[in-house]
């Protein structure tokens, strides 16, 4: 699958790590998306990463995606109308 075509799918319900530093070893479920932030749930516990200056690794369909997080700065609405 082309990192295009994914970065237009719903992120919010997948199984995500955070890769980068001071934020590495943060993984969970994406529970929230704005435009410039993931919130994530990991053994209850949400935690706020912010999308610039991180790199992500999503879990999807038995695949690891990673998407730099300054490439999907946009409303989660507004990323499918966007992203071609």
């Known amino acids: 699958m082309k990192e295009s075509i994914f970065i237009r799918t719903e992120l919010i319900g997948l199984d995500v790590e955070v890769l980068s530093a001071p ?14 932030t993931f919130t994530i749930e990991s053994a209850g516990i949400e935690r706020m990463v912010p999308k ?22 946009h409303r ?8 071609r």
């Open 23 to 36: 934020y590495s070893g943060i993984s969970g479920r994406v529970v929230d998306e704005t435009k410039r």
């Open 76 to 83: 989660p609405e507004d990323r499918i109308k966007k992203v």
């Open 52 to 73: 610039p200056g991180n790199v992500f690794r999503f879990a999807y369909e038995g695949r690891n995606i990673d998407i730099i997080g300054s490439e999907i700065l």
